[in-house]
């Protein structure tokens, strides 16, 4: 049976998530040169396939073009003009089900993530959790192209991804003597969040010892948050709503090391191939979204019985009146970083 040569992709969201499609996409492409590939993702997202030779991007407008059923009937008929032979569904939500739906009846062969929700299920679960390594979930996402009969395997590595520095980004690496710290100090659940008591203790620390910090990643309310650090201490750059997402990823790959919550700055971190260290609270990364080619040990976290207490971080996760995000200190981190340096 011969392998497809043109397949469509479909991953809508999150943010993570699409960064670490693209990095298993960009070993796919390195492996299978001929294969063509048609990503569907948010418009947002499309700087992740950028420089990914055989990828053609195909924007979703879930809130207006391609809205409900109809618009997905005018998704899928946008798609046919590429003439695809494959469907590879990594995202497995409504939305997709229905375009694999419509593509299985146009012939196409379509086959489907395995997202593990029992084994993530018993893994978060109150009582009597079975804790131990679920299947990383970009491995789910390559076993789908294994499933077209492609013979896919990832390297798990990183791999030097250095763009240049964005010309509105110079001042912040005209010093070549400090090292440079990236900190995704936010997240999109609070229960995934350092305190800011506790970041501003290792933003004070770092930029008093040799680093520059660069912050990443919010809204109005997170570049307040930002702003005021960048104020209070040296040597530390607000970064949120200043630059594009090209511009972010072509700055964070200039880094010496990121320092992100389990986030989407850790999978960006990773398709730029630059080290991660990544905070786990309610979260763990036994649920199988650590970073690409990432280190287990760079995973900062405090072992408790009750964590974790969701896979997204959506929900508390009290570690005797502790939430336990709040049991990784100031010191643990610098004592990493230290040794790192």
Known sequence: MSLPQRIIVTRFSAMGDVAMVASVLKEFCQQYPTVEIIMVS?????????GIKNIKFHAIEPKTTHKGL????RLKNELAQ??????ADLHFNLRSRILDVLFS???????QLDKGRAEKKALTRKENKVKHQLKLTVERYADVFRALGFHFELSHKLASNLQDVPKAAFSMFGNFERKKIGIAAFAQHRYKILSLVTMGQIIDHLTHHGYDVLLFGGGKEEFQIAQNWTESFPNTYNTIGKFTLREELDIISNLDLM????????HMASLMGIRCLSLWGATHPYAGFTGYGQQYDDCIQVEHPN?????YGNKPCDCDGTEAIDLITAEMLIEKITAIR
């Open 82 to 87: 590429y003439r695809a032979e494959a469907v």
């Open 105 to 111: 009846l146009s012939g196409i062969k379509v086959k």
């Open 307 to 311: 964590r974790p207490s969701a896979v």
């Open 42 to 50: 948010r418009p947002f997202f499309a700087p992740f396939f950028d």
């Open 259 to 266: 320092i992100s919550m389990d986030s989407s700055g850790l």
């Open 70 to 73: 109809l618009g997905l009937i």
